[in-house]
């Protein structure tokens, strides 16, 4: 009788503890590598469709949180990250799930300490954020709930096409930001240069 207590109560304290554990990819540098479809290549135009099943449960918010004044979301929550390396130049990404309120930016850059927002969304159950992005850069994915206890299963839909209008094929840079930013955040009155790098330039386009 000692003997099925003692395993039912090491059974419970082990299930408790390995259902607190954190995500794989609850930091940034730890980010899960999404792979994704390729759309036909400009003249010709199509739209691909990737769909993938997450969750949050279990997540601790970054520190320091990526919070920018502009989309709106939560301060400090429950977070976990995603990375990819876009097949198309315009993505459109959704979520939907049953985590109370949905928060997501997307951020390129070259790692989690130099890499800045260019797109992000805040819904009640369901987003949606579209971006003209670069083939060739890296993008980070964060996405949250409302506060640190806001978690859930959530499915991502990314929807990948090629935007053939020439001022988005023939012109194309990115961002450098010096001093690199944390998870890209800057505390308050710190200096910031930030500078635009032309990779692709046709002056006729």
């Known amino acids: 009788m000692r003997q099925v207590l003692f395993l039912l109560l090491f ?81 459109h990404i959704a979520l939907l799930g049953d985590v109370e309120s ?33 083939p060739n850069r890296i993008y980070y994915l964060m996405v949250s709930g409302a506060d640190d206890a806001d978690q859930g299963n959530f499915n991502m839909y990314i929807r990948s096409t090629n935007d053939c209008f020439s001022c988005v094929l023939e012109r194309r840079g990115h961002f450098t930001i010096s001093p690199t930013p944390d998870n890209g955040t800057f505390p308050g009155g710190e200096p910031v240069q930030i500078c635009y790098v032309v990779t692709r330039w046709n002056a006729s386009a």
């Open 11 to 91: 059974s419970s304290i082990f299930t408790q503890l390995y259902a607190q554990l954190p995500p794989s990819n609850d930091n940034c540098s730890t980010a899960r590598q999404l792979e994704l479809k390729t759309p036909a290549s400009c003249p010709a135009t199509s739209v691909v469709l990737d769909t993938f099943t997450f969750n949050n449960i279990g997540a601790t918010p970054s520190n320091p949180f990526p919070a920018p004044p502009s989309c709106g979301g939560p301060e400090h929550a429950a977070d976990v990250w995603f990375s990819f390396v876009p097949r198309g130049n315009d993505i």
């Open 102 to 134: 949905l928060n997501a930016i997307l951020f390129e850059g070259t790692g989690c300490e130099n890499m800045y927002p260019v797109a992000c969304g805040f819904g009640t159950s369901s987003l949606e954020l579209d971006a003209i992005v670069d």
